[in-house]
């Protein structure tokens, strides 16, 4: 990484841009890596994909961003609505107000602890 790079990133506000405008942006944060200390708050770049670390960890080579929930939630700029993703148990189902993009359509949970996709339970959904 350059000193450019990392003053960059370290002066972007993720939240403020759109999923357009961070596109190009993902390569200036660091590639996820195993075997690597990561704390609360560190964002990685892992398959073209931002992602946060909301606890702190040493990597594994079979804990990647993508798979392992409890470590790691997808980095979206504030107003994406991200798309539905099966929760793994409560710390990342659904509650009351959260809405995810599921087969084109946008959605919003009616429950708190939601694990379900729109389709297999629709009492717990409502389109928006």
Do not use: C
């Not at 960890?57 to 470590?71: G, K, N, R, Y």
């Not at 793994?88 to 959260?98: C, P, R, S």
Request: glycine content about 8%.
């Amino acid at each position: 990484r350059t000193a450019g790079q990392i003053a960059t990133r370290n002066l972007i506000k993720t939240s403020e841009l759109t999923p357009e405008e961070m596109a190009p942006l993902v390569g200036i944060y660091p590639a996820w890596a195993p075997d690597t200390n990561y704390k609360v708050g560190d964002i990685v770049s892992y398959h073209g994909v931002l992602y946060e670390t909301v606890q702190a960890h040493t990597s594994q080579a079979d804990w990647t961003p993508d798979t392992v929930p409890a470590l790691f939630k997808s980095h979206a700029p504030a107003g994406v609505i991200p798309q539905w993703v099966q929760p793994t148990g409560g710390h990342d189902a659904y509650n009351i107000g959260d809405k995810v993009t599921f087969e084109g359509q946008v959605y919003e949970s009616l429950i708190d602890a939601n694990t379900w996709n729109p389709v297999a339970y629709p009492a717990g959904w409502k389109e928006v």
